[in-house]
């Protein structure tokens, strides 16, 4: 049975920052892309970033570009994402989710294209 779980959500001021781990378990971890996405009050889920199997491509919501950044320890079955910068609009649940097939060459962006989920971790943004 597969599992993901975040963690490293918290409260921060505008300008901070935060990490985020999502550990999984269950798969095998590196024959997959993974993603995280984030959902505000009120809205869709949104893709935020991606990073394929091997780590050496990352992809980024325009929104978080140069802000957010992407990365995976293979060894350790988890995912990261690291939040710089953050202003007040970055303020959602903020859920990580493995690629629906393996082996896949470019990184999905879409929600339907990821097949397991975690169950979130809220960031907060006070301005």
């Known amino acids: 049975q597969v599992h993901l779980v975040e963690s490293g959500g918290g409260l921060v001021q505008a300008g901070g920052s935060l990490s985020l781990s999502c550990a999984t378990s269950?798969?095998?971890?590196?024959?997959?892309?993974m993603g995280w996405f984030r959902q505000a009050p009120g809205k869709e889920r949104e893709f935020v970033a991606g990073?394929?199997?091997?780590?050496?491509?990352?992809y980024y919501a325009d929104s978080v570009k140069g802000r957010f950044t992407c990365s995976r320890d293979n060894a350790k079955d988890t995912v990261y994402l690291r939040l710089n910068s953050l202003k007040p609009e970055d303020t959602a649940v903020y859920y990580c989710?493995?690629?629906?097939?393996?082996?896949?060459?470019?990184?999905?962006?879409?929600?339907?294209?990821?097949?397991?989920w975690g169950q979130g971790t809220q960031v907060t943004v006070a301005s």
């Open positions: 989710a493995v690629d629906a097939h393996s082996y896949t060459i470019l990184v999905p962006t879409t929600v339907t294209e990821y097949e397991y």
């Open positions: 269950g798969l095998t971890f590196s024959r997959h892309a």
């Open positions: 990073i394929d199997r091997s780590g050496h491509n990352t």
